[in-house]
């Protein structure tokens, strides 16, 4: 992986860049950015930077067999760990060949994606303590290069409490010349313990130039390309996803639509109560991680509802394809009134099923949640 291939983040790259050629490079850092920014890219180009001995923004300059190993992956002093389903006490080593594959496909992919990639749909996957014990035997070998050993730890808030205080010894007394890269999405799920010994990168959405840059030069038109930047919420793995239709699978706009319709109908058919529990129901078996995207996508639409209801057309992207619904006609019921309490239950709802909770009850509230707050004024 080679600085040069990573979009944006350019400060990001001059920074981790200085820092090595300086020799000042702390045991462990922090790498924090939202999905799609380019976090775990950047942390492979830089700990090949680091152990090959680099000098260049292609990763040039330094040990050719060394380089030629990181770029298949499959360097000795690389190691990984993510969260993976953990109840049969697999470890991340288990997976190897999925994740070498998902990196060289998908490096800017999601947790969804991972998970998707492993077969996880229907829970949530978890960094359990039972890695720490491969972690440390792992360290304690001798560097086949003779400098750094790199363990990079991706969505490290996925961490159980087990793991992530056997994580935090390894970081208060750390074997010689490791390096320990972490990546999280939100470092506030972070022990912060862990936080405090590490050295913090943060990492900013990806600008829409960059991304409409990025789908050019993947064969994209620059008409197409501009619109799927707008809609990718500085996301790069969003974009490809819209770009490669990736969603087709889940019809999020179908449900949505479905679901506003039914609650506002409430008023008028009681019985249509349980046409939105039964839409609770279809949404409790789709799997977590879609739920969660389910959410952040009606938090989207409903925004981009409330931009068009204040006359902010420049800031709508979102055409619907769904037969009979008008984003333009529905963005009235979106009003200073009810759009902060609508984002409100949606971000407690996310919160919940974040948490394993009862998907068919948190769906089923917020739908009657819903059925009051579409017709506030």
């Known amino acids: 992986m080679n600085f040069s291939d990573i979009i944006g983040q350019e400060s990001v790259k001059k920074h981790l860049i200085k820092t090595a050629q300086e020799g000042r490079i702390p045991h462990a850092q922090l790498f924090v950015g939202p999905e799609g920014s380019g976090t775990l890219p950047m942390a492979i180009a830089y700990a090949q930077y680091v152990v090959c001995q680099n000098t ?15 770029n298949k992956l499959q360097h000795p002093d690389l190691h990984f760990v993510f969260p993976v389903n953990a109840a049969d006490k697999k470890t991340s080593d288990n997976f190897w060949d999925d994740w070498a594959k998902f990196i060289l496909e998908m490096p800017y992919g999601s947790l969804s994606a991972w998970y998707n990639q492993i077969g996880l749909t229907q829970k949530q996957g978890l960094i359990s303590v039972h890695e720490t014990t491969s972690i440390a035997r792992k360290l304690a070998l001798k560097s086949v290069e003779g400098g750094y050993k790199v363990m990079i730890i991706w969505m490290a808030e996925r961490m159980n409490t087990e793991a ?9 007394e750390p074997p010689q010349k490791t390096l320990f890269i972490l ?9 912060q313990t862990i936080t405090s010994r590490c050295q913090l990168i943060r990492f900013a959405p990806l600008s829409e130039t960059d991304i409409q840059k990025a789908l050019e030069a993947k064969g994209c038109d620059t008409s197409e390309a501009m619109m799927i930047a707008k809609q990718s919420n500085g996301s790069l793995h969003k974009a490809l996803s819209i770009l490669a239709a990736d969603d087709a699978e889940m019809p999020f706009e179908k449900w949505f639509v479905q679901w506003v319709r039914q ?3 409430v008023k008028k ?98 739908s009657l949640q819903l059925t009051k707050l579409i017709h506030k004024k």
Not at 58 to 69: F, H, I, Q, T
């Open 56 to 70: 260049t923004e292609d990763n040039e300059g330094g040990n050719a067999s060394c380089n030629l190993k990181f």
């Open 164 to 172: 992530a205080n056997k994580i935090l010894k390894l970081l208060e």
């Open 183 to 191: 990546i999280a999405e939100d470092e506030k799920q972070l022990l």
């Open 263 to 265: 609650a506002f109908l």
């Open 269 to 366: 058919k009681t019985k249509v109560v349980v046409d939105l529990l039964n839409w609770s129901e279809e949404l409790a078996g789709i799997g977590r991680e879609n739920q969660k995207r389910f959410l952040q996508y009606c938090i989207e639409m409903f925004r981009q509802a409330f931009m068009l209801n204040y006359g902010v057309n420049d800031l709508v992207y979102i055409q619907t394809k769904e037969e009979n619904f008008d984003l333009s006609k529905f963005a009235p019921f979106v009003n200073p009134a009810n759009i902060f309490e609508i984002f409100d239950a949606l971000s407690e709802a996310y919160y919940h099923i974040e948490r394993n909770g009862n998907p068919k009850m948190i769906f089923g509230d917020l």
